[in-house]
């Protein structure tokens, strides 16, 4: 029953004591975490749950499956937003391509869940932090998306993005049978420079730059989005691929965009349309 697991009990103790902040184990995974973060701005900690714990987490996904938004709106260019009608038809900013899969939203776990109740978690909070070497992560108070599951079905894809979150932090609960593969691009743009030519490489098919991660149900990763093109290929399997995906932010309080949970999620609270007009955003972007 997932009710009698302990936070503690969800993750893999052995390997990660986490919550034991002078355990010289802890330190040593959040110094491989911050090494590898630093080669390429990917991390995977492998096998981070327990068995009991994986299968708990993997439960909620499932249960709550059925009800997973899809939003209408399936066609995106890499950044996630609007056309250039200035540019020609092959530039980047008006290339457009599929993003079906869908999201179990953050209300429908409860508070009872192993799911919620680990992104609640003090220790973990902390050891994310201590992972990304920041003093603190807040909880993301947005109460649509904060904590969510990806789920794509055969012929589902999130295709080639980056992210407007400075860093993702997710937990691979089912991995596709076929396909479903996370591929990134590092450093494919930098703060002061787009580099339209080589997006526009990526994009039309030049994989000399692309890395593809082996992930197996079970890892958490982190990644570092704003920069490294992205994408999640198509699910060939016939089974679900299942992403729990927990955001945090670097300062208290914060939502998201009333339009994009909107769009994203098909639903807003009472949250968003009060704080429409004085949003804490993560950054100074438009979203
Ligand atoms: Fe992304």
Redesign the pocket.
């Known amino acids: 029953m997932a009710q009698s697991l302990s936070c503690r009990e969800i993750i893999d103790q052995s390997n990660y004591p986490i919550d034991e902040v002078d355990n010289p184990k802890r330190q040593e995974v959040i110094e491989q975490v911050r090494a590898q973060l630093a080669v390429d701005g990917c991390a995977v900690v492998r096998n981070f749950f327990s068995e009991e714990g994986l299968n708990a987490l993997l439960d909620e996904a499932n249960e709550r499956k059925p009800d997973a938004y899809y939003s209408p709106k399936k066609d995106c260019n890499v950044y996630l937003g609007s056309p250039d009608e200035s540019q020609s038809k092959e530039h980047p900013r008006n290339i457009f391509m599929p993003r079906t899969n869908g999201f179990v939203r953050a209300d429908t776990f409860d508070e009872e869940s192993a799911s919620r109740r680990l992104y609640y978690w003090e220790p973990l909070k902390q050891f994310l932090a201590d992972c990304l070497d920041k003093p603190e992560l807040f909880i993301y108070e947005d109460p649509i998306s904060n904590m969510i599951v990806n789920v794509g079905k055969k012929g589902q894809r ?1 295709n080639w ?1 980056f ?1 407007t979150n400075e860093f ?1 932090i997710t937990m691979l609960l089912k991995p596709a049978v076929k396909g479903g593969n996370f591929e990134y691009v590092p450093s494919l743009r930098t703060p002061q420079d787009e580099c339209y030519d080589e997006v526009k490489k990526v994009l039309d098919g030049d994989r000399s730059r692309v890395k593809r991660l082996e992930l197996n149900a079970g890892d958490l990763q982190f990644f570092l ?1 704003r920069f490294s093109l ?1 994408q999640v290929t198509e699910n060939l399997g016939d089974e679900d691929r299942l992403l729990l995906i927990m955001s945090f932010t670097e300062q208290p309080g914060v939502i998201g965009s009333m339009y994009r949970v909107k769009d994203l999620y098909g639903k807003v609270t009472a949250a968003h349309l009060v704080n429409e007009e004085s949003l804490i955003r993560a950054d100074g972007l438009l979203d």
Request: proline share 0%.
């Open positions: 999130f993005h992210d993702t989005g992205h």
